[in-house]
């Protein structure tokens, strides 16, 4: 066996974000300001207004929790998001853009622009997953090879 053998790298997993002003008490700020501005929506409003109802106490320390793990990767989320939107049956894949709009301005004003930067990114990677298990279907005209492929260069 030769000593060439290169080792393929292993995915790191992705480290917590780091800054003493992003703690949970901030992550639910920001989470609840950010549903504020999602509930007076007029488009999005009625969406979460018609599943979540009058229980958003619940919904917002799910979203904390969620947030909290995705950012400061605490564990303290420990739901399935997928199901939770496939059976959301009114949502378009337009919705996303009214949902990323509010979610950018909700952070731009109360992050600054790097701490902005982290959890836009993150949002914009959960979002474009959360899209293709909703509205991706294979083409079956073209098989699923060419399916495979477009999944490959959308990701
Ligand atoms: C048009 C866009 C979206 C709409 C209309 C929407 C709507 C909803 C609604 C109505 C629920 C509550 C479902 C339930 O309680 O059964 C929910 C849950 C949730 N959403 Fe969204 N959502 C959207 C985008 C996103 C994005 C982009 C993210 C992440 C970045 C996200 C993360 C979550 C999470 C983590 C839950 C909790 C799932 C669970 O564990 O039950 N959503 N969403």
Not at 37 to 62: C, M, Q, T, Y
Request: proline share 7%; with cysteine; charged share 30%.
């Amino acid at each position: 066996m030769s000593d060439t053998y290169i080792a393929r790298p292993k995915p790191r997993p992705e480290e917590a974000f780091k800054d003493p002003a992003v703690n949970r008490d901030f992550i639910g700020r920001l989470v609840r300001e950010f549903y504020r501005r999602v509930r007076s929506d007029a488009r999005l409003g009625p969406i979460f207004a018609g599943e979540i109802k009058d229980n958003w106490e619940p919904h917002l320390e799910k979203m904390t929790d969620f947030w909290c793990a995705v950012i400061l990767k605490d564990g303290s989320y420990h739901g399935r998001p997928v199901p939770a939107h496939l059976r959301l049956k009114t949502v378009v894949e337009a919705d996303f853009d009214i949902w990323l709009g509010l979610f950018r301005q909700t952070v731009g004003d109360l992050c600054t622009p790097a701490v902005a930067a982290v959890f836009i990114e993150r949002a914009e990677r959960i979002a474009k997953s959360l899209k293709l298990a909703m509205f991706f279907r294979l083409p079956a005209a073209l098989g699923p090879d060419a399916a495979r492929a477009r999944t490959r260069d959308d990701a």
